[in-house]
């Protein structure tokens, strides 16, 4: 089988762990640190957004961003994303990793800076344009997706690689931490420099002229660590993967990698006209992907989206957890900026202590136990904290039982990154052909998105009070948390069922993953690819 495995891809699969491999990490990782950063920050900005535009003269209770600004505001980076996966995905496997990862970087960097400009002071207006750049930010986030998670797959060996893409997406950890920490710094500096009474001793007060920069500052500081990194994004060579086995390039190929690997390696030019009469190139809808990898594909799409539904409907559930715990005292007692800042020191919380130990547990044992393994074990234990959460839910929401709660959601968090919010991310990443990964990829995250959006919004809804006089402000009644975690149990146990669709990737080379370099018996049929060639 490895009779015409080319070097230069054999080479890249047994590299021992380098220098490179780990610039690659960051370089890769920071889109999903801003991407993180920016999700993490939007939760902390619309409270104070409420306040500043959306005040009423007299109301008891301070100004709240309307539900369809909020869903708006919170959800347009979600359709941002998902469009740019799918479009971006595409474009990868078309014009090659490397040119579309500095587009897609540009746009970030753009549009995260644009965010905290808006044109005209008036609420409308800064909403829409607020909703407008983060439209665009997420476009230039979802590209990061599948091309991140391509290139750290195609440029690591075979023994480290789940562990490698795993390391790319924990930097969405750091990101967490960055936006908690940094929207602590500027709230509690603001707060000391512009004092103010809270809010049921004046309302008007409550809310300094200067907390309009605040929230400018927190989400523009969010194009930094990208801008760093663009640098380097350029330096860095096409994947060989690419080159060879889609451009047909291998003598750029071994070349681009002697200087990353240093050492030699050959060209093989005969060996790729071999690999392209073996293979059929067969497209992404014809009946030949529908056989290989149509379950595949399947199980990827399904699982990550029931995992986003779970995911984000408790990163949106977490700020009335806490208000319902008392972690954060009731809005009217505070002034604006010190809102923000409790919020954010409470989610720092939270991030500290499960989301992020989550995520190197993955990178610790993903090439040890497996993808498989983890998933299950994770979609397994988010199933018992949700109805642990859900049926005692009377329990817990009595003041002496706020720790035993804060825990079990903790655990829940730490299980769905120590689990399918890692693994539906790596393996999509490792099982189709490389002139279709990136694609793949990027279909599997936007159907990701796809539950993000059910689970941010739909539980929006959802977990209102059953009683009208009890809901938040314009909003339906809904069925009540209590049931919401149910659903939410349901949907984990589904995940669990789903993932037994995706096969197992640990150890093996990419090209035997995807079935590339195994001889068909068709390759009568096969046309050496053209389209793919073309372009160069």
């Avoid at 919020?343 to 497996?370: E, H, K, N």
Wanted: net charge positive.
């Amino acid at each position: 089988m490895t009779g015409n495995k080319l070097q230069v891809l054999d080479a890249l699969d047994v590299a021992k762990t380098q220098w490179y491999h780990f610039t690659a990490i960051i370089i890769a990782g920071m889109g999903f640190f801003t991407d993180a950063y920016d999700l993490f920050c939007i939760s902390l900005v619309t409270k104070l957004l409420g306040r500043i535009y959306y005040h009423i003269d007299g109301a008891k209770k301070p100004g709240s961003l309307p539900p369809n600004v909020s869903a708006a505001v919170n959800g347009v980076a979600f359709c941002g994303t998902l469009t740019g996966q799918l479009f971006f995905g595409w474009l990868g496997d078309k014009l090659g990793r490397k040119k579309v990862y500095g587009m897609t970087l540009m746009l970030m960097v753009l549009c995260s800076v644009a965010s905290g400009l808006s044109f005209g002071s008036h609420p409308k207006s800064v909403m829409s344009t607020l909703c407008f750049f983060r439209f665009w930010l997420g476009f230039g986030i979802g590209g990061d997706y599948p091309l991140s998670a391509t290139i750290m797959s195609e440029y690591a060996n075979k023994k480290t690689r789940g562990a490698f893409i795993a390391a790319v997406f924990a930097m969405q950890g750091f990101g967490i931490l960055a936006g908690g920490l940094f929207a602590i710094t500027v709230s509690a500096a603001f707060k000391a420099w512009f004092p103010a009474p809270p809010y049921e001793v004046d309302p008007v007060g409550s809310t300094v002229p200067e907390a309009d920069y605040v929230w400018r500052i927190i989400l523009m500081v969010g194009a930094l660590p990208a801008a760093l990194t663009y640098y380097w994004r350029l330096k860095m060579p096409e994947t060989a993967r690419y080159t060879a086995l889609v451009a047909k390039d291998t003598k750029r190929a071994a070349s681009d990698m002697s200087k990353v690997l240093q050492m030699d390696i050959e060209a093989e030019p005969e060996k790729v006209t071999q690999l392209e009469l073996d293979k059929s190139s067969y497209g992404l809808f014809s009946k030949e992907f529908a056989i290989r990898h149509g379950l595949h594909l399947l199980g990827t799409t399904t699982t990550w989206f029931l995992l986003d539904i779970a995911f984000y409907s408790q990163n949106l559930f977490q700020k009335d957890i806490f208000s319902a715990i008392g972690w954060i005292p009731p809005a009217k007692t505070m002034n604006a900026l010190e809102e923000v800042y409790r919020i954010a020191r409470a989610q720092t919380m939270i991030a500290l202590c499960s989301t992020v130990p989550g995520y190197w547990f993955t990178v610790a044992l993903i090439d040890i136990i497996g993808r498989f393994a983890i998933q299950l074990i994770g979609f397994f234990f988010m199933t018992v904290f949700m109805f642990a959460l859900a049926i005692p839910y009377e329990h817990w929401t009595h003041k002496e039982n706020r720790i035993g709660f804060v825990l079990l959601y903790s655990f829940t968090f730490f299980f769905a990154n120590f689990g399918p919010n890692a693994t539906t991310f790596v393996v999509p990443a490792e099982i189709f052909p490389a002139r279709l990964r990136s694609t793949c990829h990027g279909i599997s995250a936007a159907s990701g998105k796809l539950g993000a959006m059910v689970g941010a919004f739909g539980f929006l809804y959802l977990a209102q009070n059953k009683d009208k006089a009890k809901t938040d402000a314009g909003y339906p009644p809904g069925i009540g948390v209590k049931n919401s975690l149910i659903v939410l149990g349901v949907i984990n146990a589904l995940g669990f069922l789903f993932t037994f669709l995706v096969p197992e990737s640990k150890g093996k080379s990419l090209e035997e993953m995807s079935g590339e370099n195994q001889n068909n018996g068709e390759s009568g049929k096969a046309q050496p690819s053209s389209s793919s060639s073309s372009n160069h």
